[in-house]
């Protein structure tokens, strides 16, 4: 019978990359919620972020969260309008939900390609 040391090990060596600071495409390091956290961070991307830009992130009322439709905007902006909304648009504020690291990690998740995860 084989020993559960190696699967303890890799399963240790992903939860540590998990929640390990990762650097963004601005240089700027982001700090990794919890497991549960992104658990819940993913739900809120799809379906309440999705109700509004479609529950494959592909456009509807809001446009697309693709990693290739944001690709040209900067990091700061989407975590801006993530936070604040986008006065005049029926994008609405997620401040009350949603702290700027969490913002920063779903930002990072949507131009790593979110939208084909679940």
């Not at 040391?5 to 540590?16: C, D, S």
């Amino acid at each position: 019978m084989a020993s559960a040391a190696p699967v303890a090990a890799a399963v240790l060596a992903a939860t540590l990359a998990l929640a390990a600071p990762r650097a963004t495409g601005e240089g700027r390091a982001i700090a990794m919620p919890d497991a549960p956290r992104q658990r819940e961070l993913v739900a809120l991307l799809h379906q309440d972020c999705g109700s509004c830009h479609g529950l494959r992130l592909t456009g509807g009322l809001g446009p697309p969260l693709t990693s290739d439709a944001l690709r040209a905007k900067s990091e700061e902006s989407l975590v801006a309008t993530i936070l604040s909304g986008r006065p005049g648009t029926a994008m609405p504020p997620w401040r009350r939900f949603v702290s700027e690291p969490e913002a920063r990690w779903l930002v990072a998740r949507m131009l790593a390609g979110a939208s084909r995860e679940r």
